[in-house]
């Protein structure tokens, strides 16, 4: 881990987000910091991988990677009005209509939110030592590891708009997505289809900033 060029190609850029984000961003870079920080001082921090390892962690990002470039590519037709009916009247020729069309960039944005928040705790595991690896066990692994860092994390990875997604809790009604407390089905959470992606973009920044910290650590011999 001591090659930082392993990482450059997988850093999401900061200076690439919108204003609006960029205090998200530096909030959790410091908080990132922090937690590993913690992890090292605590004897958690792994400085050894295997070529398997490594192998299978770049592709990992490959992953996750390409994923978000699907995603991307198909909010890029959200763009202007023009460009929406151009997709609409091209996918119509495959039985798409403009219905489908608003359900498949829901769809694609809680796969993108599910699926980012998983992947950030699998890469922050990866690189610990002597921890329980189960990614379903993450938020008991960083209470106890990293207790002082984690309350600060927690409302990034283990908050109500993620995991109500995560557990089905919502519905698309009246051209917005609805959230619901839990199986009750009682609304806690409305949003128009802008104000989902804007949330859904912000959540992404999670992993994002997370590969970003770590590269920055490797060159600076964090993990030496």
């Known amino acids: 881990m001591n090659n930082p060029d392993l990482w450059k190609k997988w850093v999401s850029n900061p200076e690439a987000i919108g204003e609006s984000e960029k205090t998200t961003w530096l909030e959790l870079q410091n908080?990132?910091?922090?937690?590993?920080?913690?992890?090292?001082?605590?004897?958690?921090?792994?400085?050894?991988?295997?070529?398997?390892?490594?192998?299978?962690?770049?592709?990992?990002?490959?992953?996750?990677?390409?994923?978000?470039?699907?995603?991307n590519k198909i909010m890029n037709t959200t763009d202007n009005l023009e460009t929406a009916k151009n997709f609409v009247q091209e996918i119509g020729k495959f039985g798409f209509n403009d219905?489908?069309?608003?359900?498949?960039?829901?769809?694609?944005?809680?796969?993108?939110?599910?699926?980012?928040?998983?992947?950030?705790?699998?890469?922050?595991?990866?690189?610990?030592?002597?921890?329980?690896?189960?990614?379903?066990?993450?938020?008991?692994?960083?209470?106890?590891?990293?207790?002082?860092?984690?309350?600060?994390?927690?409302?990034?990875?283990?908050?109500?708009?993620?995991?109500?997604?995560?557990?089905?809790?919502?519905?698309?009604?009246?051209?917005?997505?609805?959230?619901?407390?839990?199986?009750?089905?009682?609304?806690?959470?409305k949003l128009d289809y802008v104000e989902f992606l804007l949330k859904v973009k912000e959540q992404s920044l999670l992993f994002g900033c997370l590969v970003s910290v770590i590269s920055e650590k490797i060159e600076k011999g964090f993990f030496a």
Request: net charge positive; hydrophobic share 45%; proline share 2%.
């Open 31 to 71: 908080i990132l910091i922090e937690l590993l920080h913690e992890l090292k001082n605590n004897g958690k921090v792994e400085l050894n991988f295997t070529e398997s390892e490594i192998y299978h962690l770049k592709k990992l990002l490959k992953n996750r990677n390409e994923m978000v470039f699907t995603f």
């Open 99 to 189: 219905t489908n069309y608003v359900y498949l960039l829901v769809e694609l944005a809680v796969i993108s939110i599910i699926t980012d928040t998983e992947s950030f705790k699998t890469l922050l595991l990866f690189h610990l030592k002597d921890v329980d690896y189960k990614v379903s066990e993450f938020v008991n692994t960083m209470k106890k590891n990293a207790p002082q860092s984690w309350k600060k994390l927690k409302p990034f990875v283990n908050n109500k708009f993620r995991n109500l997604l995560a557990h089905g809790c919502w519905a698309m009604e009246n051209d917005q997505v609805v959230l619901f407390e839990n199986a009750k089905l009682v609304p806690i959470m």
